[in-house]
């Protein structure tokens, strides 16, 4: 990469060229292996179809979807690095495919991902940037802390992210979220709480007769994946009456609070009880989940943000809050946007032009981690 500013003007032609979903002309996208034996792991990796000379090394880590890397959103992003000049390698999380929430795996392979990176020859030396997105960010910043000190990794990206476990679930069961002192509110997106309680409902304690209620949860949350549709339009309701037939009826009730009608959020008191009980479970069966204690104090690269402001599915005050957080350990900068959502662009905003110029000086900090 030439310069920062010069890859972050590369990195907007290659966004807008790929708004349609066509592949970006000049990137080769090819499937390759991961590790050796019984570990291996898929991978996507794009890179500039011409030059020979050593690029700096990406490596994406996608969040919890039925796409999982092959995620139209992964796809453009790691093909719009591409075409400013990186080597990007993507590799697959099937248990996160599975909307399976260990970190265990995403951990593994992105010390697999920089360990084969860092040997390739045709991949600039000094370490690759990490890029966790979504669900992937905390993960992200957990193996780059670890990575760094063995000079695999020079910075983390994050998209999307969490910094506090019990305030994202809870905004996925309410919609609120703490903003300059005051409760704001955003519909959230019902996806969230559906893969939550689908991987720690039958693990609260008195709660172990409702697997029937985490499995339902857990085939509509891959419904819609594998559908497509949007989970709080009324095309959902036709696939929760289908599903809660697989139910007791003793826990229907429950079904219902996660997986109200489309037009409907949860009840208020009770959503706020139950993001309690998940986070406590979902801390208990997987610790690293919670940042602040996976980090347990230790440095970290320079690291940069970037959240969209509409995001539905994690609030973008869960960035700012991550942030605040990292201050003490790291070179951090945050980016909010309103030209985003969580995977997608969001609806027309009348200062657009104003966030386009803040969304690229935050891809061109991002770039300059391969300066440092």
């Not at 970290?300 to 960035?319: A, K, N, S």
């Not at 790291?330 to 657009?352: N, P, Q």
Request: charged share 20%; glycine share 10%.
């Amino acid at each position: 990469m030439a310069n920062p500013t010069l890859d972050a003007l590369r990195f907007a032609r290659g966004w807008t060229r790929t708004a349609s979903g066509m592949p970006i002309p000049g990137v080769t996208i090819e499937n390759v292996t991961l590790g050796e034996g019984a570990g291996t792991l898929n991978a996507s990796r794009y890179r500039p179809s011409s030059g020979s000379r050593p690029r700096p090394g990406w490596v994406l880590l996608h969040g919890a979807t039925r796409p999982g890397h092959e995620h139209i959103a992964i796809v453009r992003f790691a093909a719009t690095l591409a075409s400013a000049g990186g080597d990007v390698i993507v590799p697959e999380i099937v248990a996160w495919r599975r909307l399976e929430l260990d970190p265990a795996p995403a951990l593994r392979a992105l010390e697999v991902a920089a360990e084969h990176m860092c040997a390739d020859p045709g991949v600039r030396p000094g370490g690759v940037v990490l890029v966790g997105l979504s669900f992937g960010c905390p993960q992200a910043l957990i193996a780059g802390a670890d990575l760094a000190a063995r000079g695999l990794v020079r910075g983390v990206m994050g998209y999307g992210g969490y910094h506090d476990l019990l305030a994202t679930v809870r905004f996925g069961l309410t919609g609120q979220f703490q903003w300059k002192g005051r409760t704001g509110y955003l519909r959230p997106d019902p996806y969230g709480r559906w893969v939550v309680a689908a991987n720690y409902l039958h693990r609260i304690p008195g709660y172990e007769g409702t697997e029937d209620v985490s499995r339902a949860l857990g085939q509509l949350a891959a419904t819609a994946g594998d559908h497509g549709f949007m989970s709080w339009e009324p095309s959902s309701d036709p696939f929760k009456a289908e599903l809660i037939e697989s139910v007791s009826a003793g826990n229907r009730e429950l079904f219902r609070l996660f997986a109200p009608a489309a037009a409907q959020d949860p009840e208020p008191r009770r959503a706020r009880e139950m993001a309690f009980l998940l986070t406590e479970a979902a801390r208990t069966t997987h610790p690293q989940l919670e940042l602040a204690s996976a980090l347990d104090g230790r440095s970290l690269p320079p690291v940069r943000l970037i959240h969209g402001r509409q995001d539905h599915l994690i609030p973008f005050t869960e960035t700012l809050a991550l942030e605040r957080f990292l201050r003490r350990r790291a070179d951090v900068a945050a980016t909010v946007t309103d030209l985003f959502a969580h995977s997608r662009e969001a609806g027309r905003s009348a200062t657009r032009i104003l966030e386009a110029g803040r969304f690229l000086a935050a891809i061109r900090g991002a770039m300059a981690l391969h300066r440092r």
